[in-house]
Every structure is written in structure tokens, then in C-alpha cells.
């Protein structure tokens, strides 16, 4: 067994494989810490395409039920913009933030 390994660690394409390893994990531009680094984003990108495709989605639902449904928008723009009729008062409330 030691004569088997002797034998191969002996050999000169053993050191350059060694080498060619050593110089792609540690040296290249391409190395092993810079494809996790890129993988790690090409993560966080993804989420947040998952997040916007659902932030759309839901926009487009409110924008659809603003266009349509006119309750909708009455209700939006009397919480938004504060927004009244003539015989109407307002009274904003605002609540303090607690800690």
C-alpha cells in the first residue's frame, strides 16, 4: 500500500494536478471563494425578482380595483390623501410609536 502511494506521489503529473488545484481554488480569477460570492447574489437576486413579480401583482390588483370600483376608490383617497366631502370634518390621528 505505502509502495503504491510512494510510487504515485513520486510522479511528476501528481505535482502539476496539485498545482493546476491549488492555483484554480486559491489564485485564479475564478476561484472557489468568488463562485460562492457570485452564487450568494445570483440568491439574493433571485428573492428579490420573487418579491417584485409579487409587489406587481398585488399593484395591479389595487390599480385594477381602483379604476373599477368607485367605493374602492373613495375609500383610498379619504385614507391617503385625506380627502372629504363638503359636510364633513377630519380628525387625523396619530399614534405614537412605541419602543
Given at each position: 500500500m505505502t509502495r503504491f502511494f510512494l510510487k504515485h506521489i513520486n510522479n511528476r503529473y501528481f505535482y502539476t494536478g496539485l498545482a493546476f488545484i491549488i492555483w484554480m481554488v486559491f489564485f485564479d480569477s475564478d476561484n472557489l471563494r468568488e463562485q460562492m460570492r457570485l452564487s450568494n447574489k445570483i440568491d439574493?437576486?433571485?428573492?428579490?425578482?420573487?418579491?417584485?413579480?409579487?409587489?406587481?401583482?398585488?399593484?395591479?390588483?389595487?390599480?385594477?380595483?381602483?379604476?373599477?370600483?368607485?367605493?374602492?376608490?373613495?375609500?383610498?383617497?379619504?385614507e391617503k390623501y385625506f380627502m372629504r366631502k363638503d359636510n364633513e370634518d377630519i380628525y387625523v390621528i396619530v399614534r405614537p410609536n412605541a419602543k
Open positions: 439574493r437576486l433571485e428573492q428579490q425578482k420573487h418579491f417584485y413579480k409579487t409587489e406587481i401583482k398585488n399593484n395591479k390588483s389595487a390599480l385594477n380595483a381602483l379604476k373599477y370600483d368607485t367605493l374602492q376608490l373613495e375609500k383610498y383617497a379619504r
